[in-house]
């Protein structure tokens, strides 16, 4: 792998959610004390780094960004300057946000709540010349399940996931084979609101001593502890996960 730096930068602005939802990894691994938010001084670190070099952006993770007391501050810093900003959202707080969240590529409402619709209809009506995309999400066996094809005037895409982290056994759903190299690895780096790095997504677990605090994303994403990782794929913890295709495992409508 030559490349200096990942295709996709996940960062976590927090780690703090409004929902409590039963298929959520966080009950298992984000306890209340070590809920926080990313500094501007490091927000401010990050994209200057991966600015205006052909990346996605993903500012979620683990919670819900738009707790962040600083979410407009730091959106505002970031929007222009990546390949697109993509987006994920309970609906909540979305209409504080409306006119800032219109302004990003990719809005993916998880459909938990009522909130769900009111800000899907929200964001289908204000946006301009079908930006941003929107995609309406639900996890197979919620009860909002049998209700989402409701809403396929108001968004682009509806995305069914599979349940998987089940009991704390971090992205999987039991039984897949077939597995191959996961691409996570070769093209996103995931970053907490610490700092911390985790190898993906799906792997909640971050390590306080790989870390961009000191140093740089692409000083990170060829080190030796990512070289170990993909060298040693799939290792003990990669080897309990089933999402090593490029997407969440789930299906996909296009409207």
Not at 85 to 99: D, H, K, R, S, W
Not at 208 to 235: A, F, H, Q
């Amino acid at each position: 792998m030559n490349k200096l730096l990942p295709n996709r930068v996940t960062i976590e602005l927090t780690n703090d959610c409004n929902l409590n939802c039963f298929m959520c990894p966080r009950r298992f691994w984000v306890p209340q004390a070590h809920i926080g938010y990313m500094n501007l001084h490091l927000w401010y670190k990050i994209i200057d780094e991966i600015a205006d070099k052909d990346i996605t952006l993903v500012p979620f993770w683990r919670g819900c960004s738009l707790l962040h007391p600083e979410f407009e501050t730091m959106m505002k810093y970031a929007i222009g300057k990546f390949k697109q900003i993509q987006f994920a959202t309970n609906g909540i707080l979305v209409p504080e946000y409306l006119q800032l969240l219109l302004s990003l590529d990719f809005i993916s409402v998880s459909y938990h709540t009522k909130d769900a619709i009111k800000a899907i209809k929200l964001l289908s009506k204000n946006r301009k010349h079908n930006k941003p995309e929107l995609q309406i999400s639900v996890v197979k066996g919620e009860a909002t399940e049998h209700k989402i094809d409701k809403l396929k005037q108001y968004t682009d895409t509806i995305r069914i996931y599979e349940q998987h982290s089940l009991g704390g056994s971090l992205g999987s759903i039991g039984g897949r084979t077939g597995r191959t190299f996961c691409q996570k690895l070769l093209n996103d780096i995931v970053i907490d609101w610490q700092g911390n790095i985790s190898r993906c997504c799906h792997s909640w677990v971050t390590r306080d001593d790989w870390n961009i605090r000191d140093s740089t994303i692409e000083e990170k994403w060829s080190n030796s502890i990512y070289k170990n990782i993909r060298t040693n794929y799939p290792d003990e913890v990669c080897i309990v996960c089933d999402q090593w295709s490029d997407f969440t495992i789930g299906s996909t409508e296009k409207i």
